[in-house]
């Protein structure tokens, strides 16, 4: 997996780098789980706040399993992590949810095993074909 700036370069990657938009799941646990959050937005009056990236939402977590209870999470619910031939891309660009992370700086913590490549050299993927990208 890579996240990739949609204006850049560089491919970014990191351990535990989960992003919602990779997850696979069964979707009946899904939409439970997604229905439960729902839920409990609307009792404790947080489907008010407007901003970008809510405080509870990193709290809890946004995957199903990422975040346990102990930890302020919804559930208790475990995940596991598996890869593909060819790597899921990320794309970042602006007005995504959450915040876009592709630079070391971005981090409060510095994540372990940062790695940077080209995005020309992502295995299976053709950025500039794809996108119709004429100056990387």
Partial sequence: MWR???KGETVIRYD???????MCCNREFALEHYKMRQRKIVEQGLDHFRSREPR?????GYEPGTKKKKRGG????????WSSEIPVIDVRYKG????PKIHLK???HEPNNWEEMN???VKGWDMKKLFNIKNI
Avoid: G, Q, Y
């Fill in 4 to 6: 990739w700036w949609s």
């Fill in 16 to 22: 535990r780098m989960l992003p919602l938009s990779c």
């Fill in 56 to 60: 509870f939402a990193r709290l809890w």
């Fill in 74 to 81: 919804l559930t208790d619910d475990d995940f596991e992590t």
């Fill in 96 to 99: 995504t949810f959450s915040s």
């Fill in 106 to 108: 971005d981090f409060k």
């Fill in 119 to 121: 995005i020309n050299k």
